[in-house]
T-cell receptor, first 111, second 115 residues
Framework: KQEVTQIPAALSVPEGENLVLNCSFT??????LQWFRQDPGKGLTSLLL?????REQTSGRLNASLDKSSGRSTLYIAASQPGDSATYLC??????????FGKGTTLSVSS | NAGVTQTPKFQVLKTGQSMTLQCAQD?????MYWYRQDPGMGLRLIYY???????DKGEVPNGYNVSRLNKREFSLRLESAAPSQTSVYFC??????????????FGSGTRLTVV
C-alpha cells in the first residue's frame, strides 16, 4: 500500500529565506506527483505537476524535483514571502486508484 | 472559469439525518473523486468514479454512497449522519489516461458538522 510522508510537519522561517519541503513515497510505480497549496479554511490549489518521466518542474519561485527510484520529491521555495504561509501537500497518482496524499507541511514565513 | 463547484459550502446536521453533497465540473473531465479531510489524518479518498457509469470505493467508504449522475456531476450521500462524519469534504476531477500528464482540480470544499 502506497504511503506518502512529508517532513517536516511544520516550518517557520524569516522572510527572504530559501527553503525545501520534503515528500517521500513507498511505491515508485507512480504516474505523477502533484504539489498543492492549501490556505486555512480553503480548498487545494495545484502548484506543480511532475510526470513520472520528468525530473523537475518550475513555476516562478517554486521548483519541484522528483527522484522516482528513491521515492522522493522536494519543493524548493526561493526568497520566501509572508504570502507563502500555508500548508503544502504532496500527492502521488498511480494505477488503479486516486491521488494519495501526505499530511502536509505547514509553513509560516515571518516578516 | 468555474472548474469544480461544490454545494453547499457549510452544513450542520443532526445525528441520523441524511443529506447529499453536490459536485459539478465544467472541464469535461472523465474522472471524479470525493475526499474527506480531518485534522491529523490528511486527505482520504471516500469514493471515485473513473468514468461516467462507474464508481469504486476508496479508503473510507463506510457510511457513504455516491452517484455519478452524468459526466459533469458526482454526488455524495450520507444516509444517516454520525458525529464521526464531521469533516471537510472535497470533490475533485481529472482527465483519465494520458500516462500521467493530467493533474487533479479540487473544489473549495463543504464543511459538515454533525451534532
Amino acid at each position: 500500500k502506497q504511503e506518502v510522508t512529508q517532513i517536516p510537519a511544520a516550518l517557520s522561517v524569516p522572510e527572504g529565506e530559501n527553503l525545501v519541503l520534503n515528500c517521500s513515497f513507498t511505491d515508485s510505480a507512480i504516474y505523477n506527483l502533484q504539489w498543492f497549496r492549501q490556505d486555512p479554511g480553503k480548498g487545494l490549489t495545484s502548484l506543480l505537476l511532475i510526470q513520472s518521466s520528468q525530473r523537475e518542474q518550475t513555476s516562478g519561485r517554486l521548483n519541484a524535483s522528483l527522484d522516482k527510484s528513491s521515492g522522493r520529491s522536494t519543493l524548493y521555495i526561493a526568497a520566501s514571502q509572508p504570502g507563502d504561509s500555508a500548508t503544502y501537500l504532496c500527492a502521488v497518482n498511480q494505477a488503479g486508484t486516486a491521488l494519495i496524499f501526505g499530511k502536509g507541511t505547514t509553513l509560516s514565513v515571518s516578516s | 472559469n468555474a472548474g469544480v463547484t461544490q454545494t453547499p459550502k457549510f452544513q450542520v446536521l443532526k445525528t441520523g439525518q441524511s443529506m447529499t453533497l453536490q459536485c459539478a465540473q465544467d472541464m469535461n473531465h472523465n474522472s471524479m473523486y470525493w475526499y474527506r479531510q480531518d485534522p491529523g489524518m490528511g486527505l482520504r479518498l471516500i469514493y471515485y468514479s473513473a468514468s461516467e457509469g462507474t464508481t469504486d470505493k476508496g479508503e473510507v467508504p463506510n457510511g457513504y454512497n455516491v452517484s455519478r449522475l452524468n459526466k459533469r456531476e458526482f454526488s455524495l450521500r450520507l444516509e444517516s449522519a454520525a458525529p464521526s462524519q464531521t469533516s471537510v469534504y472535497f470533490c475533485a476531477s481529472s482527465e483519465a489516461g494520458g500516462a500521467g500528464i493530467y493533474g487533479y482540480t479540487f473544489g473549495s470544499g463543504t464543511r459538515l458538522t454533525v451534532v
